[in-house]
């Protein structure tokens, strides 16, 4: 008792606040806040294990700096509960509930009294000093994620600002690994079209490396050792050391549109920092740090910078906090459909970009009863806007829509290819998308976008209120990352923000590589947001005839399980007309019929660079999908309890060690409910009805 009272009382004559927990729902996520000497921070806990270190909170602005002199005013803030169910019909989860404790922190600054108008103070006088609030911490806690945002307080008659930067941190313990992509050097790549998210992922490095000099891109995951909680000692029992257990923690953020810059992590020992775009970035056009109003808490809060963690990566995988801390930014004005898409840029490249060639992908993909048919670059100069329209009414009399391509420039890079100069000004962009909803188009897919600046969040969030209009679905190619949007704006399609299949047309690398790639993105990239990939190609290689080009190194099960395995609501799948000759009947018919809106998904197994299992559900019915890059073929024992009954009949496509695929009846254990599955290295497995 002495020895608290005399450490209670040390810490008032030191000003610390003492570190009061705040926690979830279910009591194992825990994150103190506290300011010590002035200075804000907070530490992550689950149970017992530190999953995040001491880590500074704070904000530089324009109207000051509140990254020191800091007083925590409310140490220990009530929880509030916060709940709310919604849907989302063009994500990973139709359905979501969403339950959290939410707190909130009031930190002040202690200013001279006579700024705020008091009269001057006489000689002899002491200074008049008050606390000023200067921002809130609002954290939500639930039982896999912690969100967090600042809400800048106004100072004085100042009701907006600029925020310079930000000090929030990421501090992890040591002997923690990484799986995250190193941000790209700006205005280079492409006719200067970077940033956009195009790197490739190093699996279980090591901390301490700031990527290419730039720092790392979200989402980002760590996986952090820590120990299981020990078990108890049995009298006259020696005790026994706690089991070493993973902890998987992935960092992203979340609600940013024209109301604030998209962020990268740098990187320096075991400390991530927030850190907004390079000056260099969209041109050199724009600032780099978001300016905000402060008239409301609405308008003068950061994005929600958001931590996952998990004991394994179920709650990565799953994740919902994108979308759970954000509001929709307006109503879908038409009926917005998912999808199947035939595109044939990835085999044919720039020259299929023609009106007879286009006119054979409208038949393909009424063959295969797609939904959509995604035109590619050039078409303005190679087709034409007349001939556009008469292209749209053909496949509309096939039952295909079209998506069109438009680059997104643009002063800020240099990307040659048409139609250009009409989506980056909104008099001419409300032109082409009137033009467009005459045509009939459904869709368009914008391109070489990349910089996540606020000027250029702005601009994606612009033309995704303005295609709502005109009934017009939007995918972003060459982009940033999403941060909230298929809620944010529901007339979203997805982002690429990923290596995306374009690089295995490009070269063979990518190819050699292209399994270890696919076991990380279902988990990490497509967990935050729809991913236009463009995969499922059923080619043997990335060319015309089927003969040149790149060489696919993975299985036709690979290809049908990464069409279950990478979600987007509009799937611009690679396979080609003359797979409807040329590839397995079985995989054909399967690419027929697979869904790409999904109700719900189910994060099963894997380990990111090694292998994956996932479950999708559509329409009622389950879908198992499974991959493989290791060296060793994988075998595994696959519980099928809530997606498949013991004893019913199933279908499973599934490699031989020479990745000859075939499709089978299966039954699952009648007293068990499991199946086994073997998966050689680039190979995949399907199960379903
Ligand atoms: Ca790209």
């Keep these: 008792m002495k020895k608290f009272f005399s450490t209670l009382m040390l810490s008032a004559l030191c000003g610390v606040s003492f570190a009061q927990q705040a926690t979830s729902p ?39 700096d509140f990254t020191k002199g800091l007083k925590l005013a409310n140490p220990a803030p009530e929880a509030k509960q916060v709940s709310e169910a919604y849907s989302l019909p063009n994500a990973k989860i139709a359905n979501i509930s969403y339950t959290a404790n939410e707190y909130t922190y009031s930190f002040t600054m202690e200013q001279a009294a006579r700024r705020f108008g008091q009269r001057p103070q006489g000689q002899g006088q002491q200074a008049q000093t008050r606390d000023v609030p200067v921002f809130d911490v609002v954290m939500h806690i639930d039982n896999n994620n912690i969100a967090f945002k600042y809400v800048v307080k106004p100072q004085g008659d100042r009701k907006s600002c600029l925020v310079n930067n930000e000090l929030t941190a990421y501090t992890f ?53 820590g120990q299981a909680p020990a078990a108890p000692v049995k009298k006259g029992k020696k005790a026994v050391a706690p089991a070493e257990s993973l902890i998987w923690v992935m960092l992203n953020e979340t609600n940013i549109g024209g109301n604030y810059c998209g962020s990268r992590i740098v990187n320096n020992a075991n400390v991530y920092t927030i850190a907004y775009p390079e000056e260099t970035e969209f041109g050199g056009v724009g600032s780099s740090g978001p300016g905000i109003m402060l008239d409301n808490a609405e308008l003068a809060s950061t994005p929600w910078r958001t931590i996952t963690v998990g004991r394994t990566m179920k709650p990565i995988a799953e994740t919902t906090i994108q979308w759970d801390v954000v509001k929709p930014q307006y109503a879908a004005k038409y009926d917005y459909k998912a999808g199947r898409s035939a595109w044939s840029w990835i085999i044919r490249m720039d020259a299929s970009c023609n009106y007879d060639e286009q006119k054979e992908y409208v038949d393909f993909a009424s063959a295969m009863g797609w939904e959509y048919l995604l035109v590619d670059a050039l078409w303005d100069t190679n087709i034409g806007y007349e001939r556009m329209e008469q292209l749209s009414k053909y496949a509309q009399s096939k039952g295909v829509n079209l998506f069109l ?33 005459k045509a009939g188009i459904k869709g368009i897919k914008v391109d070489f976008v990349g910089s996540d600046k606020q000027q250029t969040m702005q601009m994606y969030e612009d033309i995704l209120a303005d295609a709502n209009e005109c009934g017009i679905m939007v995918i972003f190619h060459g982009c940033t990352l999403q941060r909230g949007w298929e809620r944010m704006y529901p007339n979203f399609v997805a982002c690429e923000a990923v290596r995306a299949s374009e690089n295995l047309a490009f070269g063979q690398n990518d190819n050699d590589i292209e399994a270890l790639a696919g076991t990380i993105h279902p988990v990490l990239r497509n967990a935050v947001g729809n991913m236009d990939f463009g995969g499922s190609t059923l080619n043997k290689h990335y060319s015309k005839n089927n003969e040149r080009g790149t060489t696919r190194k993975t299985s036709d099960c690979y290809a049908l399980a990464t069409a279950i395995l990478f979600q987007t609501p509009v799937q611009n799948f690679a396979m080609a007309p003359n797979n409807l000759t040329d ?20 994060y099963i197994d894997g380990y990111p660079g090694k292998y994956v299992v996932i479950a999708r559900k559509a329409n009622g019915k389950w879908y198992l999908a499974a991959i493989n890059a290791q060296n060793e073929t994988l075998n595994l024992t696959l519980n099928l309890d809530g997606m498949f009954q013991a004893g019913q009949a199933l279908t499973l496509y599934s490699d031989d060690a020479l990745l000859q695929g075939s499709k089978t009846a299966v039954t699952p254990n009648k007293k068990t409910n499991t199946i086994t599955v073997s998966i050689p290295k680039d190979g995949g497995v399907v199960v379903c009805e």
């Design 26 to 64: 279910d009591g194992h996520l825990k994150v103190s806040v506290t300011c010590n000497e002035g200075k804000a921070a907070y530490t992550v806990m689950l149970d017992d294990d530190v999953v995040i270190e001491s880590s500074p909170l704070g904000l530089n602005t324009s109207i000051g």
């Design 405 to 437: 391509w438009y680059n997104s420039n643009g002063y800020w890079n240099d990307a040659p290819q048409g139609p250009r100069g009409k989506m980056h000004r909104m008099i001419d962009r409300r032109k082409e998308m009137q033009w467009m909803q």
């Design 173 to 225: 313990p040591e002997s923690t690994t990484t799986f995250i992509c190193p941000q790209m050097t700006p205005q280079t790549g492409f006719a200067r079209t970077a940033p956009s998210y195009e790197t490739f992922y190093e699996y279980d490095a090591p901390m301490g490396k700031n990527g290419h000099g730039r720092g790392f891109t979200f989402p980002a995951l760590f996986k952090v050792k």
């Design 583 to 602: 590839a397995p009947a079985w995989a054909v018919d399967f690419m027929k019929k697979v869904p790409v809106a999904w109700q719900d998904m189910k």
